[in-house]
């Protein structure tokens, strides 16, 4: 660990990047528990000032890909949606993510969500926390792919299906700063979903995460989301920009506009009972100003999930009521 941190860490004139096998290298003994919580901090913030660079964020990818590998009870691919979403969650509006994969279960689609709640830099609301909140219990890693032709779309906690990362979640509090593990942690698509759709924030990122996540996974088909605070949600009062593979073009950019008429999203206190209250109202309410913000979101998770080739097809694919076996488990 000392020669990579001195590695990463000289100076503006003296700092490289790890190889990818460096890189991998330090993800090994940080998961391992043989670098110091001194060391493992000194790495983190190195990189961050220097700059995370391809091969970093490889040599992570790679050793939490195998280690979640050994532990996998899916199939080598699965016929599935990952979503991507930033586990840091929401602080400024609520996430969409939620609402919006219950909806596009009732069309076919199979959605993975997974999280760990309480991370920098944003320490908002993430997924684990509101589906907990909405009356519904994380779903067993090891029954997840049951669960998931049960019910279309399953949560799942970073706890189960890689500890080891969970374990670093007191010194990345302490240091309350984004790092690598923030950018590989949401697109490690553990099940190993044929589609992918990863957030983003910073535009100059998603050209060369496209490129390494199509490395990492390759077959399978990545979509990149610059939606509401780094999430896949679609934005309420702008045009969402979309990085995406398809047969003719191996890498395209372009937008998604909102809806006509789709109502600015509201600001909500950063708990998960009121995310989780706006996410059962959306789904049960059929006057909610921001349903159709949400059908947006859904048919936009079919498209990019390769259900339906168009948003106009897959909205009139979805129903007007969400009669989901997943809301069957909440009371009223």
Same mark, same amino acid.
């Given at each position: 660990?000392?020669? &990579? ?10 700092s490289?990047? *790890? ?7 330090a ?5 391992d ?8 901090? #000194?790495?983190?913030? =190195? ?6 660079? /391809?091969?970093e964020?490889e040599?992570f990818?790679m ?7 050994s532990?996998t009870?899916a199939?080598?691919v699965? @016929? #599935? ?6 586990? /840091?969650g929401?602080t400024?509006?609520p996430?969409l993510?939620? !609402?919006?994969a219950?909806w ?5 689609l199979k959605?993975?969500l997974?999280?760990?709640? /309480? ?10 926390r ?5 009356? &519904?219990?994380?779903?067993p890693f090891e029954?997840s ?12 906690s970073?706890? @189960? ?13 302490e240091l309350?700063?984004?790092? *690598? *593990? $923030?950018?590989?942690e949401?697109?490690?698509n ?6 992918m759709m990863?957030?983003?924030f910073?535009? $100059?990122?998603?050209p060369r995460?496209?490129?390494l ?5 390759p077959?399978?088909?990545? =979509? &990149?989301?610059?939606? =509401? ?11 969402t920009?979309? %990085?995406?593979?398809?047969s003719e ?5 372009r937008?998604?506009? !909102?809806?006509?008429?789709?109502f600015?999203?509201?600001?909500l ?14 789904l049960? $309410?059929r006057?909610?100003? %921001?349903?159709p913000l949400?059908?947006a ?14 948003? @106009?097809?897959?909205?009139?694919? *979805? ?5 989901s076996?997943?809301l069957e488990?909440?009371?009223?």
């Amino acid at each position: 660990m000392k020669s &990579l941190i001195k590695t990463v860490g000289t100076g503006p004139h003296g700092s490289k990047d *790890l190889t990818a096998e460096q890189a991998r290298e330090a993800a090994i003994q940080i998961l391992d528990g043989k670098a110091t919580p001194a060391q493992i901090g #000194a790495l983190l913030l =190195s990189i961050r000032t220097k700059g995370e660079s /391809d091969t970093e964020l490889e040599g992570f990818f790679m050793e939490a890909r195998s280690r979640i590998a050994s532990r996998t009870p899916a199939p080598p691919v699965l @016929e #599935a949606l990952d979503i991507g979403d930033p586990y /840091d969650g929401h602080t400024r509006t609520p996430g969409l993510a939620i !609402p919006a994969a219950i909806w596009a279960s009732l069309a076919g689609l199979k959605v993975v969500l997974h999280g760990y709640p /309480d991370l920098p830099a944003k320490f908002g609301v993430g997924h684990t926390r509101v589906w907990e909140s909405m009356g &519904l219990k994380i779903t067993p890693f090891e029954q997840s792919v049951e669960a998931l032709r049960h019910q279309g779309v399953v949560c799942l906690s970073q706890e @189960e299906f890689l500890p080891e990362w969970t374990r670093l979640r007191p010194i990345r509090q302490e240091l309350g700063l984004r790092t *690598l *593990l $923030n950018t590989v942690e949401k697109s490690l698509n553990p099940l190993n979903a044929r589609t992918m759709m990863t957030g983003y924030f910073h535009e $100059n990122l998603a050209p060369r995460l496209h490129v390494l996540l199509e490395k990492i996974f390759p077959g399978h088909t990545v =979509s &990149l989301i610059a939606g =509401s605070e780094g999430s896949v949600d679609l934005h309420a009062h702008r045009p969402t920009r979309i %990085h995406e593979t398809s047969s003719e073009t191996p890498q395209r950019s372009r937008t998604i506009s !909102p809806p006509e008429g789709t109502f600015p999203l509201p600001s909500l206190p950063a708990t998960a009972q009121s995310h989780a209250q706006f996410a059962l109202e959306v789904l049960r $309410n059929r006057q909610h100003p %921001h349903r159709p913000l949400v059908r947006a979101t859904a048919a936009h998770f079919l498209c990019r999930g390769g259900i339906f080739g168009s948003m @106009e097809t897959a909205l009139s694919a *979805l129903p007007e009521d969400c009669h989901s076996p997943i809301l069957e488990k909440i009371p009223e």
